[in-house]
């Protein structure tokens, strides 16, 4: 028997999709997934990364469908989520790796997207600031290594010190700056959760 969901209280809902029904499940997908793709796109700029993360929460909300009926405050839950899709969505993409080797197809490649662009854009602007924010010797031997392209042999040579300084400055960088991009998309993801999940 097919009944209005629109007449369900959220609770009702919850407990039909914990039961496993796909329509009401379609009808919470169809409730909520505009906040979803809206909070992503506010992050990110991109339609197809903010349409991987809604899908993706919603792939997880039916995975752990059977909790559902204990819910007491789904937008939370959601929230929850949302916030953890996003961020490791996000962490992926701003792999300093990735970025870099994105950064150097997209200036060979002027066929991608403009969304695609502006994302890339934002991540090399916070990589930059966390490269801006080494010491000295860590953003020299960081910019010789990753921008350059010096091998550590050739640092240590071009620098005056030894490879095992090489190493310990490189590794000490890497840690730096992923730790300061880690935490400007943590940042970024909670402002835009507290925005969108407000109520």
Do not use: C
Not at 3 to 30: H, I, M, N, Q, W
Not at 110 to 139: C, G, M, R, W
Not at 143 to 154: M, V, Y
């Amino acid at each position: 028997m097919h009944t209005d969901k629109s007449k369900l209280t959220e609770k009702e809902l919850l407990r039909e999709v914990a039961g496993g029904d796909a329509e009401s499940f379609k009808y919470l997908f169809d409730k909520y997934k505009n906040k979803i793709y809206s909070m992503s796109m506010y992050i990110t700029h991109s339609e197809y990364v903010s349409e991987e993360i809604t899908q993706e929460v919603f792939y997880k909300v039916w995975q752990h469908k059977a909790e559902l009926g204990k819910i007491e405050f789904f937008n939370s839950y959601l929230r929850t989520i949302v916030t953890n899709v996003a961020y490791n969505y996000l962490k992926r993409l701003a792999n300093e790796k990735f970025i870099l080797k994105s950064l150097s197809r997209e200036s060979a490649d002027n066929s991608n997207s403009t969304e695609h662009t502006v994302l890339f854009n934002d991540y090399q602007a916070i990589l930059e600031q966390a490269i801006q924010k080494l010491p000295p010797q860590q953003k020299r031997v960081y910019i010789l290594s990753r921008q350059e392209g010096l091998k550590q042999e050739e640092i240590a040579k071009k620098m005056n010190i030894s490879i095992h300084t090489v190493k310990e400055h490189m590794k000490s960088a890497i840690t730096s700056v992923r730790k300061f991009v880690d935490n400007k998309i943590q940042y970024s993801i909670i402002a835009a959760a507290q925005i969108f999940f407000n109520n």
